[in-house]
């Protein structure tokens, strides 16, 4: 059984803080790491994904990946209050379909 | 470029009735995702589609759930008899192909299903 496991959260960071959600993966073969957005009774959208060991930057977001301890992360740098959703990491396992495992996903909430 | 659409948006019946979802995907996605959201949860796969073929079915409850793809554009999702446990939000995704392990999946904005 493949798992992906986020603490539930909810993690609470004042305005231009920076918030750290992480995620742990079971999976060894896993090739690709998802992380998406979702607003409340909205669905998820995509912020990035990530497949290199180390981290990648688009703007205030930065993906970090460790597959050696099988740890990927999402750091968001000058939180907002428009950032306050819950964040879903995603992993593929690379099989015939590339198909998604969805961990339960971290709420975070941007105090101003 | 319109969005994968989904309907109905919301949906109450009573325990072992049946309910049909429908999905529309985004126009050229050959792949389409069927995933059951219970509150507080992530999505869950229940049945993806390449073109009108089953890729993974693997999470489906096959006893009451079905899918299908007739042509391989649109898709329905029928739960029958409904149970109190289904109560969820059901979420289509479609994106370009299955064949990478970078597609972006797009999703629906799902349907709400609430079982009496």
């Known amino acids: 059984q493949k798992e992906v496991e986020q603490n539930s959260g909810p993690l609470s960071v004042p305005e231009g803080a920076i918030a750290s959600l992480n995620c742990t993966y079971s999976?060894?073969?896993?090739?690709?790491f998802f992380w998406y957005r979702q607003y409340s009774g909205k669905s998820p959208e995509l912020i990035m994904f990530i497949y290199s060991n180390g981290d990648k930057e688009d703007g205030r977001f930065t993906a970090q990946l460790n597959k050696a301890s099988q740890y990927v992360s999402l750091l968001i740098r000058d939180s907002q209050p428009s950032d306050s959703a819950t964040y879903l990491c995603?992993?593929?396992?690379?099989?015939?379909?590339?198909?998604?495992?969805f961990g339960g996903g971290t709420r975070l909430m941007v105090k101003p | 470029e319109a969005g994968v659409a989904q309907s109905p948006r919301y949906k109450i019946i009573e325990k072992r009735q049946s309910v049909a979802f429908w999905c529309n995907p985004i126009?050229?996605?050959?792949?389409l995702y069927w995933y059951q959201q219970i509150l507080g949860q992530g999505p869950k796969l229940l049945i993806q589609f390449q073109n009108n073929g089953v890729v993974d079915d693997s999470q489906l409850p096959k006893d009451r759930f079905s899918a299908e793809r007739l042509k391989g554009v649109d898709s329905t999702l029928k739960i029958q008899p409904a149970k109190l446990e289904d109560s969820a939000v059901y979420l289509c995704?479609?994106?370009?192909?299955?064949?990478?392990?970078?597609?972006?999946?797009?999703f629906g904005p799902g349907t709400r299903l609430t079982v009496l």
């Open positions: 995704a479609s994106s370009w192909t299955s064949g990478s392990s970078y597609n972006e999946q797009f």
């Open positions: 999976d060894r073969g896993s090739q690709s």
């Open positions: 126009s050229g996605h050959a792949t």
């Open positions: 995603a992993v593929n396992s690379n099989n015939a379909g590339n198909m998604l495992t």
